[in-house]
């Protein structure tokens, strides 16, 4: 059967449909010798290339989906090869039973915390997409302490360089305050996953991020026995949970204990 070129290699694991659409408008993908345009359809039988490379899809099989969780730490980054030659989140993930590991959204350089993996790719776009409102929280240290007013303007919404942004709550959090005359800790929550927007919020508002951990996505929360550089698999139950978000629910439960960083 005849689908989208992003449908049918999300579908086979190659990747998220965000990402097949970025290989096809840098020209990376041909079908049958042809490079591909964006709406190109195609079926498992054709010759399907990456980079020169044929990809092998396979004859369908049942989704047998994977999802993991990894607690990314600061230094690396969320790609599968660096020009610059710096550790990548995949360089400790184990192989998958089938197809490879999808990240589901991106965490800068500098901020460590929750990122998702799956191998199923409609499952990854559909947490992605801006029109599933997943909620995402972080933990956020200041330098400096905000006013009332500045929190208010925060939640209100401030204009950002691609549109105005908010957040959907804002929290003091007085166990990570440090020295309060010189900095503050926030728990922030938004349904938004555009890049670097945590940190943008709070330096249009006039203040400097210093440390930033993402601890939830959607349903799922980071555990607090799971150490930076540590994975984990989640569950049967826990991929549900997930495949039904963006309603919030309680930590992801999860087999397989910590490995080591």
Known sequence: MMVRL??????????????????????RLTVAGRVAKLGDRAAIGDEIRL?????????????????????????????RHDPQGRP?????????Q????IVVGRLDVNTSGLLLFTTDGELAHR????????????LVRLRGRPGADTLGRLLRGIPLDDGPAAFDSVE????????????????????????REVRRLWEAAGYEVSRLLRVRYGPVSLPPDLRAAQWRLLDDAAVERLAGAPAPAAPGTARSTPRPA
């Open 172 to 195: 003091e959090e007085p166990s990570l305050a440090g020295d309060p005359a010189r900095n503050a800790s926030y728990r922030v929550v938004l349904h938004e996953g555009r890049n």
């Open 98 to 101: 089938r197809g490879r590991w």
């Open 51 to 79: 980079d020169g490379r044929r990809l092998d899809l396979g004859p369908p099989q049942p989704a047998a989906r994977q999802v993991l969780l990894y607690h990314k730490p600061t230094g690396e980054v969320t790609t």
């Open 6 to 27: 992003q449908k049918l290699l999300a579908t086979a694991g190659i990747g998220s449909r965000r990402q097949v659409e970025e290989w096809i408008a840098a020209g």
């Open 88 to 96: 990548t989140v995949f360089d400790r993930l184990p192989p998958p």
């Open 127 to 138: 947490l992605m997409h801006p029109s599933s409102g997943i909620e995402r929280e972080y």
